[in-house]
């Protein structure tokens, strides 16, 4: 259920982003980019008690010596899931906190 939900959730912000010509005025870019985030770490921390049941490898020819390594490549998109949320999220929060605080300051810098 969570990874049928995660795709849709992912190209509607892709969509929002595109659509949205300031991404930093946009509410509804932040709030689409942070549900994607919030959905694909959801399922990558889903995905990890599943990694036990991963076979270790598959023989698909023993001939041309074509062995994928399923355990292996199963971790490492769990690992690329997580940290390309991790980004994401560090963006988010300069672009949601950090630049309106220096807006702030910024405008009552010129007041004075």
Not at 38 to 58: E, G, R
């Amino acid at each position: 259920m969570l990874g049928i939900l995660s795709l849709p959730t992912v190209i509607w912000a892709l969509y929002m982003v595109q659509t949205t010509l300031d991404f930093h005025q946009s509410d509804a870019a932040l709030v689409s980019v942070s549900f994607a985030i919030l959905c694909t770490a959801a399922l990558a921390i889903t995905a990890i008690p599943i990694l036990k049941q991963v076979p270790k490898s598959t023989v698909i020819s023993k001939r041309w010596k074509i062995i994928p390594p399923h355990k292996d490549a199963f971790r490492r998109a769990i690992a690329i899931v997580g940290y390309l949320d991790l980004r994401l999220a560090n963006e988010l929060f300069k672009i949601a906190f950090l630049e309106n605080q220096q807006l702030l300051i910024t405008e009552d810098w010129q007041w004075w």
